[in-house]
């Protein structure tokens, strides 16, 4: 298990230096820069800027200077909101975030996970047709359309819940963007589960089980279940994955000031540093949720751990 | 010289009996089949209709501002704040996302294709190399590593965008093919042609890649709609199509904003999408039980 271990954190480490550096590299080999869009610039002022940046400077020295900042936790400047530097944007909007993020894989896994096991065991009944295709369904919607239609149902139309906004973290608020994040991540967990436990049900030791007389609701759960949810926890990482991505959506859609949001706007605004480092917390938040999803997997089947 | 002919006419007679077996299959299975009638409705009318339409894409109507859907009247789907016609936008929004996910999914489909095959065939160091180095690109946040490239090439360059979606759109193709070309070569008639002498070159390119054909179908057909995603999420967050340019990311957008007073402009483009997504998974989900009934 150690040796497991250390072996998917020594892929993890270079993995995120390596995206690192190319998003750096991209970053500043690009033509065009953050004070393209004001006009009146003379050239002494503009000078003045990019040494005030150390924009002028050649680019391996912009590299060193940057990792030894980040080393010292130290994004830099924002670039378009001057008042603030990126390290303040991150740690006012990635609370939020992670917040919204956590409460929708909390809610995909105990939504999700008991639909799969109830459409395993109807199998081939009406409720099972109809959950699969409610989980089709989820994973085939973008979340950019059904945040919106949740919003224009429930905001509009039925006056239940805020349509967007905060208000400092009203629960109210974040209802609609927490089951807008869960619902493809639930719809997928639903499908991975039925067709885990179908696979389980099958196999002769559960079989056995049933001969030696033991009841169906002990097999289940005694015997089925933790073999059956096996996928679901490697489907994990990638749900993770899925819901940073996601909340960059849902973050816009409902108007909430999340680091995705600042992400967005960074982008739009060629903010470098603020968009450099978003980059940099997500992948390294994502790859560390992969990481731990690996090992917890790694845990459970020690199978695995010999790939 | 007799017999090669011999042998190749056989072998495409097989092969046309695999593909037509194949196709019954497809035939019998009858969502997909609504779901390719749907699509090839869609995209003749995303070919067409704006052409026959008496607007176009970014033209004002002064007279008629947010109107609401009404059939039988000059605007059939209504129309945005700025009086343009939705039908016509929305139409447009699906060409450019078809055409931008049809040429996103063959590029990378043959990257994939080329890569898998190579790294399969070739086994060994060079395999292992190969492979490590998708699994490296497997654990980057691609999403990211698009928005830094879209914040450069200048938002609205689609081509470079499309480019760098492909270009990491190709890592699953790349892995399943290089399952079943390690399978493959284990096979009777890869050791076959071996021992005629033929190139590994010719032996890859008519021997292993026509036997993949099937997956590649299917995964090329399963990546449309991933790609069509793509490009309207990317669109939706404002770093893809620009306005006037419609594509459905970029009019979902702007529908949601209106959609307190204006539902339709939000409805409309997310129906379509919703549409095309749902359609292709069905088509690709059929294609595979098709070509490969031992899954099923």
């Known amino acids: 298990m150690l040796r497991y271990a250390l072996r998917r954190i020594a892929v993890t480490v270079p993995t995120l230096l390596v995206i690192i550096t190319l998003s750096f590299a991209l970053e500043r080999l690009a033509p065009g820069g953050p004070f393209d869009q004001e006009q009146t610039l003379t050239p002494a002022v503009r000078a003045n800027l990019d040494r005030l940046y150390g924009l002028d400077r050649p680019f391996l020295v912009q590299y060193g200077n940057y990792l030894a900042a980040l080393a010292h936790g130290d994004f830099g400047p924002s670039l378009s909101q001057r008042d603030f530097s990126v390290g303040e944007l991150i740690r006012q909007g990635l609370p939020l975030s992670m917040t919204i993020g956590l409460a929708a894989v909390l809610l995909a896994i105990l939504a999700g996970v008991p639909a799969g096991i109830l459409a395993a065991l109807a199998r081939g009944r009406a409720g099972d047709h109809a959950l699969t295709a409610l989980a089709g369904l989820g994973i085939a919607l973008p979340t950019f359309v059904t945040g919106p239609a949740l919003a224009l149902l429930f905001g509009l139309y039925l006056h239940w819940l805020p349509v967007a906004g905060w208000e400092r973290g009203a629960p109210r608020y974040l209802v609609l963007p927490v089951v807008t994040l869960a619902i493809p991540v639930a719809a997928y967990l639903a499908r991975l589960t039925r067709a885990s436990l179908l696979e389980v049900l099958r196999t002769h030791y559960v079989l056995s089980a049933r001969a030696r007389g033991l009841g169906a609701a002990r097999v289940l759960w005694h015997h089925a279940l933790k073999p059956a949810l096996l996928p679901v926890v490697s489907y994990l990482g990638p749900a993770v994955a899925f819901i940073v991505t996601g909340s960059l959506v849902v973050e816009t859609v409902f108007a909430l000031p999340g680091s995705g949001r600042y992400l967005v706007q960074g982008a739009i605004d060629r903010d470098y540093p603020l968009v450099l480092g978003m980059v940099i917390v997500y992948a390294a938040f994502t790859l560390t949720l992969n990481l731990a999803a690996d090992l917890l997997y790694g845990w459970l089947d020690p199978g695995a751990r010999h790939e | ?296």
């Open chain 2, 1 to 296: 010289m007799a017999g090669s002919i011999r042998g190749r006419a056989m072998s495409e007679t097989r092969r046309a009996a695999l593909w037509g077996a194949a196709l019954l299959r497809l035939r019998a299975n009858r969502p997909a089949c609504l779901a390719l009638a749907v699509l090839l409705g869609v995209a003749l009318l995303a070919l067409f209709a704006p052409l026959a339409s008496p607007w176009a894409y970014d033209s004002l109507d002064w007279h008629h501002l947010a109107q609401p859907p009404t059939l039988g009247a000059s605007h059939w789907f209504g129309t945005d704040r700025l009086g343009r016609d939705l039908f016509v936008r929305t139409l447009h929004g699906v060409r450019l996302s078809l055409l931008i996910s049809v040429l996103a999914s063959v590029l990378s489909v043959g990257i994939g294709l080329a890569w898998g095959a190579v790294a399969g065939f070739a086994g060994g160091r060079l395999d292992e190399w190969m492979m490590r180095f998708v699994d490296v690109l497997y654990a980057l946040p691609y999403l990211f590593l698009v928005i830094v490239l879209s914040t450069l090439v200048g938002r609205g360059s689609i081509a470079v965008l499309l480019l760098g979606v492909a270009a990491v759109g190709w890592l699953t193709t790349a892995r399943i093919v290089r399952g079943q070309t390690l399978q493959l070569k284990r096979r009777e008639f890869i050791e076959a042609a071996r021992a005629t002498g033929l190139p590994t070159r010719a032996i890859l390119l008519r021997h292993i890649v026509p036997n993949l054909a099937g997956t590649v179908a299917v995964y090329a057909t399963l990546t449309v709609p991933q790609m069509i995603l793509f490009e309207s999420f990317l669109s939706f967050l404002g770093l893809g199509v620009q306005e006037p340019h419609a594509s459905l990311g970029n009019l979902i957008n702007a529908g949601a904003q209106e959609m307190e007073s204006a539902p339709w402009m939000l409805l409309v483009p997310a129906l379509f999408l919703v549409l095309l997504l749902v359609c292709l998974n069905l088509l690709g989900d059929g294609l595979r039980d098709a070509l490969d009934p031992r899954e099923s």
